[in-house]
């Protein structure tokens, strides 16, 4: 049996020891033989003609080895690394899920794996990711258009998860690690994603004009949000007890930055102990950031750019869970005296 693998920048290919399966690599174009490896490479670009050569064979092929082109040219347009791992997942899956070749699927093949997904519980959301994780490869790598025929869902109409000012008051004064705490802080205060957080630079911090700097937020965009008083104070004892360098939060290497899942573990263990029973995320402190100043009276467009959203229909979610004017509409049980009757 032949076996095909990805390599860093060709597929390796280890069979056993056969005159004619040497002779049928031979003659596809850019192979080589590593002797030290025992197996023979590949250029991915030549792996259809490989696959032509060996057919009627048995092939076994691991998922990943199709998509080194798609993982170069999604890093050469800049997609964020949570694009680029969600869009090798899906396409990964989606082969695993069929049992086919990129050239063998059908626009039924696509229909089947999105009604799996579908099944599964995932949202609309979560199914438009994996729509555009096809149609890039399928679209823009093979250049085949089956995939364009695939209608998107409808978009789940969910109002975000906020807290209220007491309950992130409580996860804060949960927090005895300074670390931990301004990490949290910073989220809710200055309205940063989880992503955006745990990038931060010491340099990003301009303490004297009260702002934060994020690079590459939202959109791949630069942008500043403000830096409040409560968190410029924690940011000094921060910085004077851990005296980061360059990483303003550092992981367990000192020049890698803290990871978003221990950031989300901070999260769940302050929410634990402060006793918050919500259905929440640690993204929930970015929406409370948003409802909280627009309750306050601050106008939605400068709440906009602080949350760097490209489009103002974006923000606008945030009047939707906003209690400002709500808490002023009596219910009409509460006009008619409600309880007067009782007894």
């Known amino acids: ?90 396409n990964e899956e989606f082969l695993r899920f069929c049992n086919k070749t990129p050239y063998q699927v059908s626009n039924d093949d696509v229909r089947n794996y999105l009604y799996y ?63 931990h705490k301004l990490i949290l802080m910073f989220m809710y205060s200055a309205g940063l994603r989880v992503g955006e957080v745990v990038r931060l630079r010491v340099e990003d911090m301009d303490v004297e004009r009260r702002l934060i700097r994020i690079r590459g937020g939202k959109g791949r965009k630069d942008r500043y949000t403000i830096l409040s008083e409560v968190a410029s104070k924690t940011l000094k004892e921060y910085l004077r007890k851990y005296k980061p360098e360059k990483r303003l939060f550092s992981g367990q290497r000192k020049y890698r930055h803290i990871t978003t899942r221990t950031v989300q573990k901070i999260f769940e263990n302050a929410c634990r102990k402060a006793e918050i029973k919500k259905d929440v995320t640690v993204h929930s402190l970015h929406h409370s950031f948003a409802t909280h100043l627009l309750e306050s009276g601050v106008d939605l467009r400068y709440i906009q750019e602080q949350l760097g ?4 229909k974006t923000t606008e979610i945030y009047t939707h869970v906003a209690m400002k004017d709500l808490r002023r509409i009596r219910s009409p049980l509460d006009l008619m005296g409600g309880d007067k009757k009782d007894g």
Not at 19 to 42: E, L, Q
Request: glycine letters at 4%; one cysteine or more; aromatic letters at 12%.
């Open 1 to 90: 049996m032949i076996r095909i693998e990805s390599g860093k920048d060709a597929a390796m290919v280890k069979s056993p020891y056969n005159p004619d399966y040497i002779a049928k690599i031979k003659a596809v174009k850019g192979y080589r033989w590593h002797p030290d490896k025992k197996c023979w490479s590949i250029p991915y670009s030549q792996l259809k003609s490989l696959l032509s050569t060996f057919d009627g064979e048995k092939v076994e092929i691991n998922t990943s080895v199709w998509f080194y082109e798609q993982r170069k040219e999604l890093m050469a347009r800049k997609y964020s690394r949570r694009t680029v791992k969600l869009y090798l997942h899906y």
């Open 117 to 179: 997904l579908a099944e599964k519980g995932c949202s609309a959301s979560t199914l438009n990711i994996a729509i555009n994780a096809l149609k890039f490869y399928y679209g823009e790598i093979l250049k085949r258009r089956f995939v364009y025929e695939i209608k998107r869902p409808k978009k789940d109409k969910r109002l975000p998860a906020v807290f209220s000012q007491e309950e992130v008051s409580g996860i804060l004064s949960s927090i005895t690690n300074t670390k």
């Open 309 to 312: 959203h490209k489009s103002s």
